[in-house]
């Protein structure tokens, strides 16, 4: 078993977005932006996803190689996939399972990533 955590402050993102405008493309699959955009604030979920895929890259052990091939799922109780060389760099850890939490303030979101062996 490994874990992975991560915590982003908003006000830090936002100065992130704000430089940086492409981040939302290259770092959030189309249907993560859909899910982001269509909620009340969506910064707060933007950044929770954010800290999920830094939190998935440090459960696995290699760091995020690749943005797009992390894709936190939901609504509802959140779930994470990994795909390409995130799903290979998984495989050859011995990872069958990633168990994803995420929580969020008006100020921060953290995000906490579990891998299990395989069953």
């Known amino acids: ?3 992975g955590v991560d915590i982003v402050e908003h006000k830090r993102f ?12 290259r770092v959030f699959t ?5 899910y982001c955009r269509s909620r ?3 910064l707060q979920h933007f950044a929770a996803r954010f800290a999920a895929k830094e939190a ?8 995020v190689r690749s ?12 779930g994470v996939s ?6 290979q760099a998984a495989a050859q850890a011995g990872i069958g399972g990633l168990a994803l939490s995420m929580s969020h ?5 953290v995000s906490v990533v579990i891998a299990t062996g395989k069953p």
């Open 1 to 3: 078993m490994r874990v």
């Open 67 to 78: 943005w797009q091939e992390i894709e936190v799922t939901g609504p509802g109780s959140p």
């Open 30 to 34: 189309v249907a993560e932006r859909e």
């Open 14 to 25: 936002a100065r992130a977005l704000e430089r940086h405008p492409g981040i939302i493309e």
């Open 82 to 87: 990994v795909t390409g060389r995130m799903g």
């Open 40 to 42: 009340p604030n969506p």
């Open 105 to 109: 303030s008006a100020s921060v979101s």
């Open 56 to 63: 998935v890259g440090k459960a696995i052990g290699t760091g």
